[in-house]
């Protein structure tokens, strides 16, 4: 009489599929200025933590430009100080997201050492990295302890550990979750001992954002100083204008101030890329 294997019923991972997608703009494979912006703005939604629409972003960037702008020509009834005023309101949420990033990426910095420490002394009790995992999730604060949670989440449907926490680091935009994420990877691997790299991994952590702040209050003053050069021009020009509504027609008016005005805004813009990256290669995390 033949035997009949039995299929095991499939597990979970069936389902690891139906996780809703993320609203991106930018489109694989594609290649170009708009698409580096794209790829730029979805990560500026996604490690925002607000969990919103990109949609909804543009549509308020456009009723800023509008408000701005319109605010503006009310007062001046000029179109070209409109123009700008518009561009200038248009920006302001893309702006207002750049600062609450930076601000849930220093909070999650902060989280990071005792987060580590409390998952090595949760191996010491002998349990899995999966749950020692979810019992941090649930017990760290947010804003790192919903990141933590999506990856339990995704565990729990059945994901691997090494895919369900492979986009941990893009999601923050911290450099630190991907060393954490690829030390647990190879100890689900290769084995060793978790509580003494996590220790390790944690001192680490905490020497590096005592660099960094002492590498902060040493640099203030210059980071002043180039904040300053790249607000000082565009600052100069906006109070003219206010001051005086043809102020900018005149001197577009004539070939020499419109050669200095195209050559003194290429300048600026190429200084000011400049000086951001600087800034943010010194303060990468």
Known sequence: MASSTVTPPSRAADFSGILRPREEFAQPGAEGASQ????????????????????????LCLLGGLTVGGLVFVIQENFLT??????VGFMLPVFMLMFIRSRRQNQMLGQLPAM???????????RSIEQCLQLIAADTPSPLGDELQLSVKRMQMGMP???????????TGLMTLRLFCMTLGVHQQTGGDLVWVLEQLSRTIRDRLQYLGRLRAMTAASRATALLMVLLPPGVLVFFTLRDPDYFSKLIGSPWG?????????????????????LKDSQRT
Do not use: H
């Open 36 to 59: 580096r912006l794209n790829q730029w703005f979805d990560r500026l939604m996604l490690q925002s933590g607000l969990g919103i629409s990109p949609g909804i972003v543009l549509m």
């Open 116 to 126: 580590l420490e409390e998952l090595a002394r949760a191996a010491t009790t002998g």
């Open 161 to 171: 550990l090494r895919e369900a926490m492979a986009d941990l680091p893009d999601r």
């Open 82 to 87: 409109t123009a700008l005023a518009a561009c």
């Open 258 to 278: 419109r050669n200095a005005t195209l050559l003194a805004f290429a300048l600026t813009t190429i200084g000011t890329i400049w000086v951001l990256r600087i």
